[in-house]
Each structure stands twice: as C-alpha cells, then as structure tokens.
DNA sequence: GGCGCGAGAATATGATCAAATTATCCGCTG
DNA sequence: CAGCGGATAATTTGATCATATTCTCGCGCC
C-alpha cells in the first residue's frame, strides 16, 4: 500500500478543501477507469472504509453513486460488484457512443483554440510512449484523458457528462483487452483526429471518432464473445 | 432463545421487503418526475428525514443518488435544489432524446405483442381523461407510464435507463408549462405511434416519437424563453 | 441432503462536529 | 438623532462517526 495516513495532519488547521465522500468517490471512479477494480470483482463497504482513511456514511455514498452511475452493480442481496459487461450491453453502448461522441467532437471543432489542439498532442504523444512502453494504466489514462479534454471543451455539459457515464461502464473491460493483447495493436485514430482537428474539418473530427469508437468496441467485443 | 419476537412480527407483516433508501429515492423520484417540486425548489435532509419517515442517512443516500442522475443539483455550498433547466441544457437534452427514444421504438417495433399494445392503448384513453379533466399530475403520470412501457419492451436496458434519467431532468420543467398553458393544447402524438405500432411499421414509430419528442421539448423551451 | 447456528457485512439511527446562512447589535456617518 | 455597514452571535443544515440492528451466506450437524 502506498497510501499514507496522515490523519494527525488532518486534525490540524490544514482542512479538507473536499469533502470524503467526494474524495472517496474520485478513488474509486479512477479505480474503476483504469482496470484497477477487474469485472466482477466484489467491493465491500467496510473493505473500503478500512483500507482508505474514511468512515463507512461517505464510503457508502460514493458507491451508491458508482452505481447510479452504472459503474458498480447492485446485486439486490446487499453485494456490489464490479459489473461484467454483456455483448448485448455492449451492443447498446456502443449505440450511445456512436450518437454522442461524434456530436461532441463537432462542437468541440466549433470552439477550438490553438492551446487546446496542443494540449490534445501533448496528451497524445504520452499515450503513445505508454502504448510503446506497454504501461498499461497509462495507456488507459491518457487515452481517457484525451477524449475527456476534447470534450469538455465542446460546452456541452449535459452531453459531456453522459459520455463520461459511459466510459465508467467499459473502462473495466478496456483493462482486460489491454491484459489480453496487450497495447500494441490498440486503436489510436488521434492522429486523423488531430489533423483534422488542426484544420477545423467539422466532419472529418467526426468521423475519425468514430472510427476510433468503433475500433476500441470491436476490441472488447472479441473479448466478450469468447469468455462470458 | 431467539424466537422471542412474536406479536410485534404479526403486527409487522407486511414488513418493508425493500430498504428505506430505495423508498425514499422512489418517493423523491416521483415528486420531481410528476412536478411535486418546483424548478429551484430547496431539498433538505433533515427535512425530509422528518416529513418522511426515516433516518438521514437513507435520505441522504437517496438525494445522493438522484444529484447523479441529474434529477437534482448539488449547489457546491451544501445546498441541494431541483434545477432549472437552461435553453443549452435544453437543447442538449433534445439532442440525446431524438438520438435514444426513437431507438427505443424501433427496437419495440420488433418485439411487439398484441398485449402491449393493449396496454398501450389503456394508458393512452387514460392519458386522454386526464387531459380532458385538466389534472396535470395524471398527465404527467400517465404520459411518464406511457413512455416508460414502451421502452421497457424494447429489450435494451441501458438505452431504457439513458431515456429515463433524460425524463428526470426535464419533469419539473413540464410541469410548469402545464402550469402555464393548462393541459387542452398538449401534443399527443401517440395516436400516430399506436397506429404505426399496431402494422409494425417501424419508420412511422419512429418518426411518430420525434415529433412527439419535439413538440414536447418546444413547449418547454417556449415557457424557458421569456421566464429565466 | 435439509436445517439451524454463527460470522460477517449491510442497513439504519442518533449524536456530535463543522460550516454557512441569517439575524442582531454596535458604532459610525450624514 | 436616524439610518446604514460591518462584524459577530445564533440558528439551521450538512458531514461524519460510532453503534445497534437486521439480513445473508457458509458451515457443521442431524
């Protein structure tokens, strides 16, 4: 564990400029993002309560919140775990996903800055150092990262959130494509994406979204088709 | 010597088979959904851990649980309200709805059986009467319950859920165009959809839905337009 | 193999602490 | 002397915790 207690600072003027709950909820939803937490894995209230420095009211909340959000599951007999995705789940969320990232990739070309096309290649040549090097929870980061940051700049919140819903509920069986084939041969349409991006190509940006979409869905639709 | 409870169980026999939490989330859930609240309306946690009965923490679960779906907003200084929609919120909301519910549609158009539409048609007369008599809440319960059905045949869980969570966040808002312009002059377009339903003639439902969809939303943002 | 027993985990309560809004008061200014 | 502004007190509400209760599951026993 390289979690360090330092309730004794707590206790000092130092205050938690966050709320637990929110803190414990931004744990858990990264944990679940970047394949920390595997599908299908238990999480238990008092587990958490114990292993992170917090009680069990703000644990409690941040899962009931995961699972509102799809990305913890309840079982009805009080057990949580982390949901396994079904080719038919799958199916429908690759449907979401084709509605609404393209429409948020065109706004974001409407408002696009030259600061934001840079931090977008900053972002983009990391994911590709982490593809070469084979890190994993890196690749998985800033892959997020990338389309997290393209997206909140297409001021479109309602739509932004619904697609940051979505990546919640297959960012668990991203991490097992990745264990299973590793990185080299993941989808990465960024460059089209950019270039186009660069050149305000309303509808080129879409479509190499989609394309990267339905890329990254194939992968864990292979996945899905030969262990269910 | 643990059989010692015996009356009490008795007068307990219709025990609550499901946990606070979730009937307080229900309960809450329908107050936003059927115009109870107001847009900008304060949710507090003690006060409905009073008016309702329970404990705070089941209330706090549920409020927690409905801030995520959007049903409620979260005001960054421990205030809780139920929001109100802007005209990009708005628009946002339309453009996932026209991508979702005509899904939905189609994809009920397959499964379709001759029960359904039944059903379908029951709650169509009843959303009739409840115009017909100018009771908002009934229309606002009978065209949710009309909706809901639908979806829910559609064999798509995760779409269904998406359209539901849309329908939490501009219920409030209905409620006040009912307020506004009465009941007589709301679109119902479900006598095209039960027609197109009843032939299995997928592209009319479908069609049938986004104008529903439409004329609905320009309601809303008729009343948005001159009161914010 | 079915049935009760016990361990452990989740649910729910009330108390306690902290924060924020509201109300009040005092001094200052016109 | 009256009105106003800012600071402080009081109330209301949220956040967290410790604890009690209830439920589920696994294990041994009949």
Redesign the interface.
Known sequence: MTLVKNSAVEAMAEAAPQPV?EQVYHALRERVLFGDLAPGEAVTIQGLAQSLPAGM?PV??AI??L????ALQFLGNRRVIVPQLTL??LE??V??RK??EP?LTRRAVSAIEPALINRLHGLDTALDHAISRGDVPAYLAQNYRFHATLYACA?????A??ADRLWL?FGPSLRVVCGRFGTQNLPDRHKDLLAALARADTEAAATAMVQDIEQGMEQIAAVLADSP
């Open positions: 709950h009211t409690r909340e009931r919140r699972i509102s959000e799809g038919a789940d429908q969320l449907f979401v509605s609404i429409e001021g479109a919140p309602v739509l959130e619904m509920r």
